[in-house]
């Protein structure tokens, strides 16, 4: 009986890993036909100086327009770092982000740094410096204005590697974020040798400040010691006011989430940017 009950627990299992197995060519498929036919697109999110309520700039967010519906990264961005496609879909959002940068500053009124997220896969190929230094080129954007986000994981998978390239990249002039941070398994001590620019908090302490006692002080830790670092600190998902004004009151310069603005195309930037003035900097130069 029991047998029996294994034989068809078998059969089961390799008819379902049949059916993934169709189901992850089709979207191998997919993928490769979005990228053919241009289904990708940018949208953006503003970084916001928490000082003034400055815009100081947007982070590229790939979408895809799959038919009527624009599906999330979470979709499908980990089938293309599994079957490789990552690397030229990167290269794609690093041309494309370059290209948009001009009509995001010109929506604001003054340059805004771009802050483009690189795959794993994207950071551990050395191809990345030319891929860099040619969209610099033929978009003639100043590189201190491209800020490159990493997770901490893919520093730690490789740490010499890591480090050549971090070298590599300071050296053509961009900036590079750590993503993510204090959910990977980067050490104090790798942090303190690595020459990147930025710590991005990740949303997860954010959250559930300033009530939770354990996220403030992982916070105000993190915030330490950035500034012992001399790391500027973004702090990621700011959804409520009385999160803002906890990381206001820490000392935390820059802060992204859906208080100030949701990711959006490029197209609605200009009329978001009109009503987070009217909602923040007039009441930042009133008070
Ligand atoms: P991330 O880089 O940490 O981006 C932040 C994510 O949090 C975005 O999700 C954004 O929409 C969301 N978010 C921002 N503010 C808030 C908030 O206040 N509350 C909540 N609940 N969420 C907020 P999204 O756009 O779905 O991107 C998810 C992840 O996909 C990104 O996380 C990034 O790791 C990856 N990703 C996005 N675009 C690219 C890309 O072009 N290339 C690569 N390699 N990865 C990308
Ligand atoms: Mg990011
Ligand atoms: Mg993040
Ligand atoms: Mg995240």
Known sequence: KAKEAGRHCYRFFTVELQHAAEQRHEMDLRLRQALNEQQFLLYWQPKISLQDFRVSGFEALIRWQYQSSILTPDKFLHIAEDNGLIQEIGRWVLQQAMREQHALSSAIGHPVQISVNLSPRQFADTT?????????????????????????????????????????LKQLGVRVAIDDFGIGHCSLSYLRQLPVNTLKIDRSFVRDLPLDQSNNAIVAAVLAMAANLRLDVVAEGIETSAQQNSLVLGGCQYGQGFLYGRP????????????????????????
């Open 264 to 287: 959006m195309p490029l197209a609605q930037i200009e009329s978001w940017y009109g009503e987070f003035k009217q909602r923040f900097q007039q009441a930042a130069s009133i008070s």
């Open 128 to 168: 990345l410096i030319a891929d860099c230094r040619r969209s610099l080129q033929q978009s003639g954007l100043s590189p201190s204005l491209l800020e490159l986000e990493i997770t901490e994981n893919s520093l730690i998978h490789d740490i010499n590697e890591a480090t050549k390239m971090l070298g590599a």
